[in-house]
């Protein structure tokens, strides 16, 4: 049985260089560490930082009990595949979990439904925890699509003959990232049950989009929502901290 313990993960995207990036995670890890610890938070925390940082960082947070993940990860163990990661070599970098789906992937490099699908079983099959980000556009939110949307994201790309109870999904609405806006309480709740009729009942659900320290106390304390993918608010140690110590 999957553990629905809060999570709380940031993700880093294509920021920091190796000081900027080993002093946030020494940060966190200090924190962590001197009793404000990760145990005393009530969830986990999880760095997810470019693939170049990811040597620097987990040395910065061993012990402390935060987590390493990856950004994205190749669906095959190896080969001719310039410039990618496979799951393979982030489980060889420390990292516990991969961040797949994510809008900036589906858009910036037109990922389907189908590469997802195969990120995922490659993520299963190195033993990393895949969280499986899934979202609708604005113009399909108004046009009344969001949870067909994010149904058929899900069933297009969860593997058959995957364990869902070890799936991890972030609910992530595409215009709530990096916009200042947030989906309202009802929205979230709304989603997150019915993402909930397509995995596990011990699945977490994460919500991403916009949280920060003023709005996340709300969004956590939502039924379904089992922690918070965080962007912006995760550069920063005062925030993602804050964020975490609102898990309860
Ligand atoms: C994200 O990129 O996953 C994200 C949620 O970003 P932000 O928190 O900046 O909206």
């Not at 402390?64 to 982030?90: N, R, V, W, Y």
């Not at 969001?146 to 058929?152: N, P, Q």
């Not at 916009?210 to 939502?222: C, D, E, K, Q, R």
């Amino acid at each position: 049985m999957a553990d629905r313990t809060k999570l709380v993960a940031g993700n880093w995207k294509m920021n920091g260089l190796r000081a900027d990036g080993v002093a946030l995670a020494g940060e966190l890890a200090r924190r962590a560490r001197a009793g404000e610890g990760v145990g005393g938070l009530c969830c986990g925390l999880l760095l997810c930082p470019p693939a170049t940082l990811l040597a620097a960082v987990g040395d910065a947070v061993a012990g402390s009990g935060i987590a390493l993940g990856g950004q994205d990860c190749h669906s095959a163990p190896k080969g001719a595949f310039t410039g990618d990661i496979s799951a393979e070599m982030l489980a060889d970098s420390g990292c516990t979990y991969v961040i797949l789906g994510h809008s900036e992937r589906r858009q910036g490099h037109g990922e389907t439904d189908a590469e997802i699908r195969a990120k995922i079983a490659a993520a299963g099959r190195a033993g990393l925890n895949p969280i499986l980000c899934v979202g609708e556009t604005q113009q399909q939110r108004q046009a009344g699509e969001a949870t067909a949307v994010v149904s058929a994201q899900l069933a297009g790309s969860i593997p058959d003959n995957f364990a869902r109870d070890g799936l991890i999904v972030a609910y992530e609405p595409v215009w709530a990232i990096g916009t200042g806006l947030s989906a309202t309480l009802d929205d979230i709740a709304q989603m997150h049950a019915a993402i909930r009729a397509h995995v596990a009942p011990d699945a977490r659900i994460l919500y991403g989009g916009s949280v920060n320290p003023t709005n996340a106390g709300a969004i956590l304390a939502l039924a379904d929502v089992d922690g918070a993918l965080i962007g912006g608010a995760s550069l920063d140690p005062d925030s993602c901290w804050a964020i975490a110590r609102c898990c309860g």
